[in-house]
């Protein structure tokens, strides 16, 4: 019985891995700099078929401008799976300019993205969690979709 389970087991696990493809890509956060396109060259040289690029400040809400270059960049340099991540600011933050409304840190960006023509796929949405909120006199524990409200 041993023998057929670890037989089974080692066909069925040959066959999955044979069937998946795999891709390897790049995460650029936290980073607030733009990169060249020699850069994103080099990415794809060693088998970064895809990019991530962060295009807001995480905290305050707003957009980074060095998205929309590293965008362009990684599309001049040949990758074509150019996607963003977003980190919605919600209250209460540290900063107010945009924090309160994450609708509105959301379409910012998606916004100025669209007027310099710099062309996404994906947009990942980085959303933290209620962890430490309890220490915020505006953080709503009772009713947390207010505080995204």
């Known amino acids: ?55 807001n400040y995480f905290g305050s809400g707003s957009y980074d401008t060095n998205a929309e270059l590293n965008i362009l960049n990684a599309r001049a340099a040949g990758i074509e799976n150019v996607d963003i991540y977003i980190t919605p600011c919600v209250r209460p933050s540290y900063k107010s300019e945009i924090c309160g409304d994450a609708r509105k840190s959301i379409t910012t960006v998606l916004d100025n993205l669209d007027k310099s023509n710099a062309k996404v796929g994906r947009v990942w949405l980085y959303i933290y969690g209620l962890t430490g909120c309890y220490n915020y006199d505006d953080w709503n524990k009772d009713n947390k979709t207010e505080n995204i409200e």
């Open 1 to 55: 019985m041993n023998i057929n389970y670890f037989l089974l087991s080692t066909i069925l696990f040959l066959t999955i891995f044979k069937n998946v493809n795999s891709t390897e890509g790049v995460c650029l956060g936290y980073t607030y700099t733009w990169y060249r396109i020699s850069k994103f060259k080099c990415f794809k040289e060693n088998s970064k078929e895809f990019v991530i690029i962060e295009a």
